[in-house]
């Protein structure tokens, strides 16, 4: 069974552009979850999805927003981007409708804004 | 606050046991994992354990829990050049939908 993807792996914008990213789940998963990964703040819950419903939200602006499709594919999207916003993006897919039990991760999209 | 706390770094020699160290912040959490994660790549499940237990060992690995304290432990028996990674401690409290990370702990085997 393939595993969580995530596209693009890699990313390179610039201040005041926005980005999208994309996570397809492990087949049958309909629990999505995205995190931020950096140094100085370490991992950070962004949004979890389930069946097209956003369950909970970090706190990060409004400017992350995120969504789900019917295939439970997710995107999560960054508008007007910060030299703050470089990051490794997480996204993690769950069978459960309890999103606790056993998160798979992704290899991650690396996001470098100059 | 949802400070989940973990020593920085750990160095041990190849063969050596491996303790790594995590306090959590929710006495509630029913689940607490421990994830690896080697350069460049992401996370990945090593175990898991439930509340209502003590302990619990997969191979090499064993994880302690000590509720009252909050503290959760992470022994590798014989560990390996392949260790070498950052390992997070993680909770997630009922309800929420999302997983607390720790900071982080990296350890470096030396051969």
């Known amino acids: 069974k393939a595993g969580v993807t995530q596209t693009p792996r890699y990313l390179i914008k610039t201040r005041g552009q926005q980005v999208t990213l994309s996570c397809s789940p492990i087949?049958?998963?309909?629990?999505v979850s995205w995190y931020q990964q950096t140094p100085g703040q370490g991992l950070q819950f962004l949004f979890e999805?389930?069946?097209?419903?956003?369950?909970n939200k970090g706190n990060f602006p409004g400017r992350f927003s995120g969504r789900q499709f019917s295939n439970s594919r997710s995107e999560m999207n960054v508008s007007t981007l910060e030299l703050g916003d470089s990051a490794l993006y997480l996204c993690?897919?769950?069978?459960?409708?309890?999103?606790?039990?056993?998160?798979?991760f992704g290899p991650g999209t690396r996001l470098t804004v100059l | 606050g949802e400070d989940v706390e973990q020593s920085l770094f750990l160095s041990v020699r190849e063969g050596d046991s491996s303790v790594i160290n995590c306090t959590y912040t929710?006495?509630?959490?029913?689940?607490l994992y421990w994830y690896k994660q080697e350069p460049g790549a992401g996370l990945q499940l090593l175990t898991y354990?439930?509340?209502?237990?003590d302990m619990k060992q997969d191979q090499r690995l064993t994880v302690l829990l000590n509720k009252k304290d909050k503290h959760l432990s992470l022994r590798i028996a014989d560990t390996q050049t392949g260790d070498s990674a950052i390992y997070f401690c993680?909770?997630?409290?009922?309800?929420?939908?999302?997983?607390?990370f720790g900071t982080g702990t990296r350890l470096k085997v030396l051969a």
């Open positions: 993690a897919s769950s069978l459960q409708a309890d999103s606790r039990i056993e998160q798979f």
């Open positions: 087949s049958g998963h309909r629990s």
């Open positions: 999805y389930f069946s097209e419903t956003q369950r």
């Open positions: 929710d006495s509630s959490s029913t689940y």
């Open positions: 354990i439930f509340s209502n237990m």
């Open positions: 993680a909770e997630s409290p009922p309800g929420t939908y999302k997983y607390i």
